[in-house]
């Protein structure tokens, strides 16, 4: 049973568009979520993180929107540059999801075509 | 400031070898997780430790896996008796605070193959 899902295995963008990667949830006990960026035979990057009490949080090119009532993420990266090609991962925590560590969605392969 | 290390990059054993991972967490976090990932999946929570403590272990297979992390040293994933299905690539993050919303940092794993 997952308890987060990415449902787009790839997602293909031009140069310079928005990304938009989506992540859904089933576990209401989550209240904290995060994206990871993870190139080939690396470990997962840290991105940006939003907590359950905020519906957006900014950085930069990323922003995270959270829509708590239809347990629904989502991450914009605008512009998208060349860089940006990677695996995604969305990944949630809360009080009794996923015991102490974080749960992970299986990620979206991002390609940017220039 | 160094981050999260992990060592060997990539291991490869043979069927019924033993598996030792390490994992030195980022200066100054005391908290140490780790994680597999099957190829095509995404990482799925194994333990949670605190120095000389195990404070979650929910995530691990109930034989041949274990893990520590002493007062002095790296915390080490230790897998017995491998077996094909182990392979895989496993994930150290470390945290300097286990709060509801404390983010934590990953390693560059260690890729296990069993022949």
């Known amino acids: 049973d997952q308890q987060v899902k990415q449902n787009s295995p790839s997602l293909s963008v031009q140069e310079g568009r928005i990304s938009i990667l989506n992540c859904d949830y089933t576990?209401?006990?989550?209240?904290?979520f995060l994206w990871y960026k993870k190139y080939p035979a690396e470990g997962p990057t840290f991105l940006i993180s939003i907590s359950s009490i905020k519906d957006k949080n900014e950085d930069g090119r990323f922003t995270v929107f959270l829509n708590k009532s239809a347990k629904h993420l989502s991450l914009h990266i605008v512009p998208s540059q060349p860089g940006d090609s990677a695996v995604y991962f969305c990944a949630a925590s809360g009080p009794g999801g996923g015991a102490d560590g974080l749960t992970f969605g299986k990620g979206t392969h991002l390609i940017i075509q220039p | 400031n160094a981050g999260v290390m992990q060592n060997p990059r990539h291991l490869v054993r043979r069927r019924g070898q033993e598996a030792r991972l390490r994992c030195s967490p980022m200066?100054?976090?005391?908290?140490v997780y780790w994680y597999r990932q099957l190829p095509e999946e995404g990482l799925k929570f194994m333990v949670y430790l605190q120095k000389e403590n195990i404070i979650d272990e929910s995530g691990m297979p109930k034989e041949r896996f274990s893990a520590e992390f002493p007062k002095e040293g790296p915390s080490i994933l230790r897998i017995q008796q491998v077996v094909r299905g182990d392979s895989a690539a496993y994930f150290c993050?470390?945290?300097?605070?286990?709060?509801?919303?404390?983010?934590?940092?990953f390693g560059p794993g260690t890729r296990l193959l069993v022949l």
């Open positions: 993050a470390s945290s300097p605070l286990h709060m509801p919303q404390e983010t934590q940092y």
């Open positions: 576990n209401s006990m989550f209240d904290y």
């Open positions: 200066k100054g976090h005391s908290h």
